[in-house]
């Protein structure tokens, strides 16, 4: 199944190098890995992924010094860290991308995900975001990876 969908992506546009912090999206073919979601606010996802729901002590590091880094941990944590419980509805479902994850490059990027988009509709800090809808017909078609380039 091929679809073009519009997305909103990071501050930074579409990068063949991305860099932690530099807020731009990576450009390629990357993998679905597993989803998150907030089973206080929404339904479980349809897929084929692995799914699981959040709790308040989950968080993504994103220090590029520390063994953890781009890797799920749990809060707290001792390195610089991003916390998945969000105040907000951005991180209500989460896909993890396959992205500098295989091996792990310090500096390379972290973090990187499906998610829905941030109030107002302003780009992403490197994410890929969507509407609730269009994410949920995206995870239940089965999708094992999606391409990120600029059209």
């Known amino acids: ?14 990068r063949n190098q991305k860099n932690e912090g530099d ?21 479980s996802p349809v897929c084929q992924l692995p799914v699981e729901p959040l709790c308040p002590l989950d968080g993504w590091c994103d220090d590029p010094t520390h063994r953890d880094y781009n890797r799920h ?15 907000d509805h951005v991180y209500d479902i989460i896909v993890v991308l396959g992205y500098n994850d295989g091996p792990v490059r310090p500096g390379a990027g972290s ?28 995870l239940a078609a089965g999708l094992g990876e999606i391409e990120v380039r600029p059209v």
């Open 111 to 138: 973090a990187i995900f499906m998610h829905l988009p941030p109030t107002g509709g302003g780009p992403t800090e490197g994410c890929i975001a969507m509407a609730e809808p269009e994410l949920r017909r995206l």
């Open 23 to 43: 807020h731009a999206t990576p450009a390629g073919i990357l993998p679905l890995r597993r989803v998150f979601y907030r089973a206080d606010r929404v339904a």
């Open 73 to 87: 941990v749990t809060l707290p944590h001792p390195a610089r860290h991003e916390r998945l419980w969000r105040d």
């Open 1 to 14: 199944m091929r679809a073009i969908v519009p997305v909103m992506i990071g501050a930074g546009g579409i």
